[in-house]
């Protein structure tokens, strides 16, 4: 690249070749993520107008990405996909702080389901209402984050958006998550997982991405094989990243924790739920090669998966012992306790021909 067409970091003008951008705005660019963070009371509210108002001829409003160019418009809430009508003069925050807590209907999958849209949904909202940015952050963090442990299908196509041009940064889930991480808060035990948990399901959303791409270019081997490459690379990350917050979180696994005694407090605060999914990605993933754990470590993960999260499904069918069987689908008996598993949950069917057997 000529000099001419080097840019100067935002914050202290050092010019290089490859910079930094802003991953809320995507114009202001820094030579590091300190200087990023230090420039962020300067450059918040000019950050909050850009987004709301792309420039004429920029990617962000000449290619198809509602989720940027519909932001002027986020006080909309558009239409609730569950916990009843908009009430008047709810913001998203209210709506997200009502429905958070609000129980599911009673043995119904659908409403699990729509439920978890629903959260996603606001936290889409909450990410593009710019004007209120800094008290809205932790609440989508949140959204985010009940949504993928209530049901992460149900995760929206706005969030998962990717313009082609810009590549995977462009997705809205990713610019969410390098909010969170410049951002200050609160560093506690709880915000660490959650950061985590979604760093998961960002790696997870591009190793989906890599094996489409491995399947699209088969008739050329050299570029599959590349794509092939960075599934194994993203797969790494993930397994790594997980075990990291694990370890870093205290939970050492069949019961034990390795908090020093002063930091008990902390280890009662941490979120199990979140833990419990950073234990079972790692026994769902951790068969496959390059990590090639054995069949008894990966039953060992899902085993703890289950000890820190029994009323999740998910973790119970991949611990998939006989007791996991009947959690999920219960005994059958008359009165006896019907299952964790919905009945019209997709996967109860095949269960009960598994229990038969």
């Known amino acids: 690249m000529a000099s001419s067409e080097l840019q100067h970091c935002a914050l202290c003008n050092l010019q290089k070749a490859t910079l930094l951008k802003c991953s809320r705005c995507r114009r202001i660019v820094y030579c590091s993520a300190e200087c990023q963070r230090a420039d962020w009371k300067s450059h918040r509210l000019a950050c909050s107008l850009q987004v709301a108002v792309p420039a004429a001829g920029s990617s962000s409003a000449s290619s198809a990405k509602p989720s940027i ?21 709810e913001s998203v925050r209210d709506r997200y702080i009502r429905i958070k807590d609000a129980p599911t209907e009673a043995r119904s999958y659908a409403s699990r389901f729509q ?12 990410f593009l209402d710019v004007a209120s940015f800094d008290e809205n952050l932790e609440f989508c963090c949140d959204a985010l984050v009940e949504g993928l442990l209530l049901e992460d299908k149900a995760l929206s196509q706005n969030l998962s958006l990717v313009d082609i041009q810009e590549g995977p940064e462009s997705c809205p889930f990713f610019r969410i998550l390098e909010m969170l991480r410049s951002a200050p808060g609160d560093e506690g035990p709880n915000r660490r997982l959650k950061i985590s948990l ?14 489409e791409l491995v399947q699209r270019t088969e008739n050329d081997p050299a570029v599959a094989e590349k794509h092939q490459a960075r599934w194994f690379e993203l797969l790494l990350q993930m397994d790594e990243l997980a075990r990291k917050a694990v370890a870093s979180s205290g939970s050492g696994g069949n019961g034990s924790t390795m908090w020093e005694a002063g930091d008990v407090d902390s280890v009662t605060k941490r979120d199990s739920r979140i833990l419990s999914r ?6 769902q993933y951790g ?5 090639s754990r054995p069949p008894q470590e990966v039953a060992r993960l899902a085993q703890e998966a289950v000890r820190l999260w029994p009323e999740d499904p998910s973790a119970r069918m991949w611990a998939g012992r006989e007791e996991d069987i009947k959690a999920l689908i219960g005994t059958g008996q008359p009165g006896s306790f019907p299952g964790l598993l919905e009945w019209d949950a997709p996967q109860r069917a095949q269960l009960q021909k598994r229990a038969c057997r």
């Open 198 to 211: 979604l760093e998961v399901q960002w790696l997870d959303m591009q190793m989906i991405l890599a094996r």
């Open 278 to 283: 950073l234990w079972l990605v790692q026994a």
């Open 69 to 89: 160019k519909s932001s002027g418009a986020a006080k909309s809430l558009g239409k609730a996909c569950w916990g009843g009508e908009l009430r008047p003069q």
């Open 287 to 291: 068969s496959n090669p390059p990590i």
């Open 115 to 126: 439920k978890a849209q629903e959260l996603f949904r606001l936290a889409y909202e909450l």
